[in-house]
């Protein structure tokens, strides 16, 4: 089962970290350099927040239906992985993502894999039922909340590292590939750079329940 090459996405042109707001997006208050992200759903965008604006607006768990208005929802902090259903090379290879690392998003009805690259992230939506076949064998996969997290995966010559983690780490490695890409493959400024994030990713994750 392959997928298809997709589109250039906008939404994540740079990196959040590196553009160190300094006031809530959504208030005017100011913020420390660590603060909260709101998502913007109807603009797929991030919204810097303070912590009073952050916990005004609501969570929706994964597989829950949506009601009211949902187009801000704040970015959960939790990063997860399941050491007990690892995903293997055959899974990895079975999207027919051409990439060592990419993210994948569930908007809507339809989750969509993220391949970030110097000229920015290529998006590109999944066969329907593919990811549902996937998480029958990886419940991790399912338990990502829509819009504000993400599935990001890294594979490598002794398998495929996969966690859950919150959207804005998204923005921070996109933001780190177009940075530090030179060459054809990346270079191994970007590979160092894309390294210390998923050890830091690594560092951050607990174990899925």
Do not use: K, N
């Not at 089962?1 to 553009?19: I, K, N, Q, Y």
């Not at 998502?39 to 927040?49: K, P, V, W």
């Not at 607006?57 to 829950?64: D, L, N, S, T």
């Not at 993502?97 to 000229?119: D, E, K, M, N, Y």
């Amino acid at each position: 089962m392959s997928v298809g090459t997709g589109s250039t996405h906008p939404a994540f042109a740079r990196d959040r970290r590196s553009a160190r707001q300094e006031r809530c997006e959504l208030c005017g208050t100011p913020v420390a350099a660590r603060h909260g992200h709101v998502a913007d759903t109807g603009r797929r965008g991030l919204l810097c927040a303070c912590r009073a604006c952050f916990l005004l607006f609501p969570r929706r768990p994964a597989g829950e239906a949506q009601t009211g208005d949902a187009r801000y929802r704040a970015v959960p902090e939790r990063y997860l992985w399941d050491p007990r259903r690892p995903i293997g090379r055959l899974h990895w290879c079975g999207l027919g993502i051409p990439a060592r690392f990419a993210f994948f998003l569930h908007r809507g009805s339809r989750v969509t894999a993220f391949q970030p690259g110097p000229a920015g992230v290529a998006e590109t939506p999944l066969p329907h039922g593919l990811w549902a076949e996937l998480a029958t064998a990886h419940p991790l996969l399912a338990t990502a909340e829509p819009d504000v997290e993400a599935i990001v995966v890294r594979g490598g010559e002794r398998g495929t590292d996969c966690f859950l983690v919150p959207v804005d780490v998204c923005y921070r490695l996109a933001g780190v590939v177009r940075r530090y890409w030179t060459g054809g493959d990346g270079g191994p400024e970007m590979h160092e750079r894309v390294g210390e994030l998923f050890a830091e990713i690594e560092q951050r994750a607990r174990p899925m329940r």
